[in-house]
DNA sequence: TTGTATGCGTTATCAT
DNA sequence: ATGATAACGCATACAA
């Protein structure tokens, strides 16, 4: 592996100047640039980040650690982030806490050495553990509030709102809201904007516990989803809302038929079958914008406590009808989705029309 | 922040001192770790780790460049490489390549300074770079079969001949390959698989391009599918099947009705409507046996160019089924997958049944 | 068992 | 505009 001297040597220059020709090109002639450059090139010399880290203390890496990488949600997330930060010169450390607060905070230690911030995706640790590696490293939150530390929040409180009225508009007079963990800021987000609207528009509201955003939770959850009767539910997010889906059709059961549903991330929903009604979180730009913060705060360019919000919309697609047995009052577009065209979708007051909503459904094996 | 120049003034002991309290403690007098492990507690030293990876040459880092992080599949592995990396103490740097061989490359030089090793998921580059690269820092590929470098290989021939005759058996007589990336190993694999065993069969066989994995380009590509006059297709995993699938429904046709659909990874199978048959691909082992692999050679312990092979198996759900307008000559058993149990599978020489098949769809929109 | 001296690959501070 | 040289914080061969 060659090392600054080699290049140094053979372009016959000293190490300084190959240092500066990659470090402050500006002060260095046009020509002994593009010689050393041209050098460098051909002996496959790339300057060594660690060295360049202790000689000036910085790391020109930062740390990403989300809940669960498996989640499409932390995956679109992960991937702005991860890109964002290669673009601007960061290496990027990738750190899964399995939803545990313990695990968390193993890698925040541990990653800290060598790492210059952290990005913490949906944050399990109790606020006063954040504050204290909060002190450590400079640190931006998603989906946190903690006041003081730089953070992105998506406001998934409109977007359920609108859901809610939805579903209200349809007849449903009675929903649940299956929830996620109960640490997690968006969680209490969203069980609240729901309850709060449920409320005011006098439906009854149920909270079904999960014990975590998954897939098999989801899928767990049905029964007792099934015993509140109610006509319709909000899942925390897609994830759980595909489970909740698959529990219905273990049982027979029909979306939106005999339980209407929606979920939150938008990410899964055009997607699977039937086209899951969700809330559409942007989560690739919210990783590449707390990047973007965290840098910022690194630079000294944003003040400490700086806060970004992003805006959520709910996008209605296949899995949200008129009730089953209550009498029907919904518009006649949400009984007729197959006529909205496949791939667009029509904003209005935060609520879009989805796609994808008509696969034809004769010859499965099971169907009659 | 107190270095080990400050602990040594301290302690009233040499600064080589105090490094052997923390990296061979068993060089020296009990008492005197005591001392200075004390007197680093009270002054708050840590070892610098950029400091100890720039003298040892070990970073205690790897890390894992996989080509769309987005894909279930890499996801899977991701977790299972950056559980087991970090089980063994090391630190896991993520790069997404995002399918294209000159960011891979870049991803391999920036990092190759503060990692140990590096694990590369269905690497896109040609194998003379994977070889540069490889001279440079030891390297584990995953689903690409390069001789005399250490590699996990997931085996999945026999899965696509087992999909193959399945569908033989259930009367299909052409069949289309929905392919993934050229460069692919992977994708050559399962090609020729396919191909083979169609051939042996006496099935009519096609290749149907895409421009990548993705939902996207599943969905994109099914006006050529269609275009093939084939009653069944295999995909090259179940991102693209998915696409297909709403590709599909986009035309208001069905699956298995119109067309049989195979797909290959397994993880996400299960969670789709209709439920994928699909090949099972155990990926989050494989990513935890590539890291113990990697860590083998880095301890010496493996040598040059070990090859781990991991086999699949054809797992039948809801998406294959008896062409439409042929002669039926299934077994009986694959016109009522209702009667399996919903989470378990039976397996019997490759081949497993699996559950959720059985979605009722009254009340879905568009469905009378 | 402990101390001394040197090197790891860069960047930064002086000089020139 | 470029070069010589001293840190950066630690590990280790060698000496004691």
Redesign the interface.
């Known amino acids: ?1 060659p090392t600054i001297s080699d290049v140094a040597e053979a372009a016959k220059v000293s190490r300084a100047t190959v240092s500066r020709a990659f470090g402050q090109p500006h002060l260095l002639n046009a020509k002994t640039v593009e010689l050393v450059r041209g050098v460098s090139e051909r002996l ?1 010399y ?6 360049r ?2 000689s000036t203390g910085r ?1 020109g ?1 930062i740390a ?1 650690v989300v809940p669960d ?2 989640n ?1 949600f932390f ?2 997330l ?2 702005g982030a ?2 964002r930060a ?1 673009e601007e010169g960061y ?6 806490s ?1 939803e545990t607060p313990e695990l968390e905070a ?2 925040l230690r ?2 800290s ?2 790492v210059e911030g952290f990005v913490l995706a949906s944050s399990r640790l109790s606020e006063e553990r954040v504050l204290a590696y909060a002190k450590r490293r400079p640190l931006v939150l998603i989906n946190r509030d903690v006041e003081g530390l730089p953070r992105l929040l998506i406001d998934t409180r409109p977007g359920f709102a609108r859901a809610v009225e939805h579903l209200a508009s349809l007849g449903h007079r009675a929903i649940a809201y299956v929830a996620g963990p109960s640490i997690s800021w968006s969680n209490r987000e969203r069980h609240g904007a729901a309850a709060r609207t449920a409320k005011r528009l006098g439906l009854r509201f149920v909270r079904i516990p999960t014990s975590r955003p998954s ?1 098999e939770a989801g899928q767990a959850c049905t029964e007792s989803l099934l015993g509140a009767n109610v006509t319709a539910a909000l899942a925390f997010d897609d994830v759980t809302a ?2 909740i ?2 529990g ?3 049982r ?7 339980l209407s549903l929606v979920g939150c991330d938008g ?1 899964l929903a ?5 086209p899951l009604t969700s809330i559409a979180t942007h989560c690739g730009e919210a990783g590449e914008r707390a990047v973007a913060l965290l840098l910022g705060v690194l630079g000294g360019k944003h003040k400490r406590g700086e806060c970004v919000s992003l805006s959520t919309e709910l996008v209605i697609r ?1 899995t949200t ?1 008129a009730p ?1 047995i209550s009498g029907r009052k919904a518009s006649p577009r ?5 006529k909205t065209s ?2 667009k979708a029509s904003s209005c007051n935060g609520v879009q029309r989805g ?13 009659p």
Chains 1, 2 share one sequence.
């Open positions: 592996v496959g790339v300057p060594n980040h660690t060295a880290a202790l790391a890496n990403l990488i498996t499409p995956a679109a992960m991937r991860q890109a290669r290496a990027t450390f990738l750190g899964d399995d193993v890698l541990k990653l050495a060598q897939f595909q489970g889906m698959a219905l059709a273990d027979g059961l029909t979306v939106p038929g005999d990410i055009p997607m699977i079958y039937p296949g009808a089953k949400s009984a007729s989705p197959r496949p791939r796609g994808r909503a008509k696969l034809s459904l004769e010859g499965i094996p099971g169907k």
